[in-house]
Antibody, heavy 118, light 107 residues
Framework: EVQLVESGGDLVQPGGSLRLSCAAS????????MHWVRQVPGKGLVWVSR????????DFADSVKGRFTISRDNAKNTLYLQMNSLRVEDTAVYYC???????????WGQGTMVTVSS | SYELTQTPSVSVSPGQTARITCSGD??????VYWFQQKPGQAPTLIIY???ERPSGIPERFSGSSSGTTVTLTISGVQAEDEADYYC??????????FGTGTKVTVL
């Protein structure tokens, strides 16, 4: 079964750091671009970041640029999102998703909640 | 920053047709994807590259494009189609953007 499972979400104080993980299974992870998307509960989807298949190229939304880093370990079939200098407005459910055929986000994890609060 | 604008809500009776529009300056040049999201669930891809349906998505879901506006059509709406729907595309710099979302209510 093709699956993505996120972990690492937690309650963190403003200015703090957190690393999210996304474990992939059921497909050839190293062949796909991967993305992170977030959603404030009750609000819309917001694209956060993407990484190409070998990890050599990344991109970020302006709102997180310079604070977040995306990486992957193809040997471990795992995607990461390192979040530094966290702000209250980073509070959201974070989803990892695969860019499949024709770049469509065709597989999603169940999401992990990040709460930034003092 | 680049924005994709959707009608906030659409109400439709079972068996009728729901149309959801998504507008953006670059949509004539970039593909659009559509997602369905039900409460408490992750999004599901229902249309890719403007009008193609992934396997397993019912034929009642279709996508079309005309200039800077794209449309998701749900023909013969069923109660299970009640959900939030999002369009998604990319801007000229290669970053990605989601639409504002449309809540579909089945009366």
């Amino acid at each position: 079964e093709v699956q993505l499972v996120e972990s690492g979400g937690d309650l963190v104080q403003p200015g703090g750091s957190l690393r999210l993980s996304c474990a992939a299974s059921g497909f050839t992870f190293r062949s796909y671009w991967m993305h992170w998307v977030r959603q404030v509960p009750g609000k819309g989807l917001v694209w956060v970041s993407r990484i190409n298949s070998d990890g050599s190229d990344t991109d970020f939304a302006d709102s997180v640029k310079g604070r977040f880093t995306i990486s992957r370990d193809n040997a471990k079939n795992t995607l990461y999102l390192q979040m530094n200098s966290l702000r209250v407005e980073d509070t959201a459910v974070y989803y990892c998703t695969r860019a499949g055929r024709h770049d469509g986000f065709d597989v999603w994890g169940q999401g992990t909640m990040v709460t930034v609060s003092s | 920053s680049y924005e994709l604008t959707q009608t906030p809500s659409v109400s439709v009776s079972p068996g009728q047709t729901a149309r959801i529009t998504c507008s953006g300056d670059l949509l004539a040049k970039q593909y659009v994807y559509w997602f369905q999201q039900k409460p408490g669930q992750a999004p599901t891809l229902i249309i890719y590259t403007d009008s193609e349906r992934p396997s397993g998505i019912p034929e009642r879901f279709s996508g079309s494009s005309s200039g800077t506006t794209v449309t998701l059509t749900i023909s013969g709406v069923q109660a299970e189609d009640e959900a939030d729907y999002y369009c998604q595309s990319a801007d000229n710099s290669g970053t990605y953007v989601f639409g504002t979302g449309t809540k579909v209510t089945v009366l």
